[in-house]
């Protein structure tokens, strides 16, 4: 099956803690995007990388980091400086020719 | 910096009532301009988009968007909804910055619920 898989669907962080968000794709798109949906605020854009090792900042990419050391991976981290980290998390991919996002299930990252 | 707004955050209309739902970006060089739509349940997908040409575009289900330049506006219409149209919409904004990065921006989102 062609797609993108998010893992975990469910995770919790303690204060101070730092989380790891997974994005795996297998459709060969170069281009991928990290977004927070909150409810009310749409989807808003954390970071994105248009190719393997090169990623550039969204609009609210401050607590958050990314790597893509690999076509196929792009793991987000929530770092202990993101203070309100409860969100739904979404990881796209796109596709060049036709410039369609493709998205994953999305992770719910909570707070204990 | 780009943006994109949606006016409408939750629109409730009766079946085979006229829908349009408004878009307006803000960015001053090439873009291209989607609407994605969320059902209950489901990933986003995509509904239609707009590269060049016509300003007129047409997507699945019987939507339809127009790209109006001089008022950096992108609106969704449906001629008659139905109930299975209840959904969240979301426009959003590929737009192409220097060193050929591309930053896809999405809108708030506006809530359409179709009452049968």
């Known amino acids: 099956d062609g797609g993108i898989t998010q893992s975990p669907k469910y995770l919790f962080r303690k204060e101070g803690q730092n989380v790891t968000l997974s994005c795996e794709q297998n459709?060969?798109?170069?281009?991928m995007y990290w977004y927070r949906q909150d409810p009310g605020q749409g989807l808003r854009l954390i970071y994105y990388?248009?190719?393997?090792?090169?990623?550039q900042k969204g609009d609210i990419a401050e607590g958050y980091s990314v790597s893509r050391e690999k076509k196929e991976s792009f793991p987000l981290t929530v770092t202990s400086a993101q203070k309100n980290p409860t969100a739904f998390y979404l990881c796209?991919?796109?596709?060049?020719?036709?410039?369609?996002?493709?998205f994953g299930s999305g992770t719910q990252l909570s707070v204990l | 910096a780009q943006s994109v707004s949606q006016h409408n955050h939750h629109v409730i209309l009766s079946e085979a009532a006229s829908l349009e739902l408004g878009c307006n970006y803000s960015?001053?060089?090439?873009?291209?301009l989607f609407w994605y739509v969320q059902y209950p349940g489901q990933h986003l997908q995509l509904l239609l988009k707009?590269?060049?040409?016509?300003?007129l575009v047409k997507g699945i289900k019987g939507f339809e968007a127009e790209f109006i330049k001089s008022k950096f506006s992108f609106n969704l219409r449906k001629p008659s909804v139905q109930w299975s149209d209840t959904a969240e919409y979301f426009c959003?904004?590929?737009?192409f910055g220097p060193g050929g990065y591309q930053k896809v921006t999405f809108g708030t989102g506006t809530k359409l619920q179709v009452i049968p």
């Open positions: 960015y001053g060089g090439t873009v291209n």
């Open positions: 459709l060969n798109h170069d281009a």
């Open positions: 796209a991919s796109k596709d060049s020719l036709y410039e369609k996002l493709f």
């Open positions: 707009y590269f060049s040409g016509d300003p």
């Open positions: 990388s248009q190719i393997v090792n090169d990623f």
């Open positions: 959003a904004v590929n737009a």
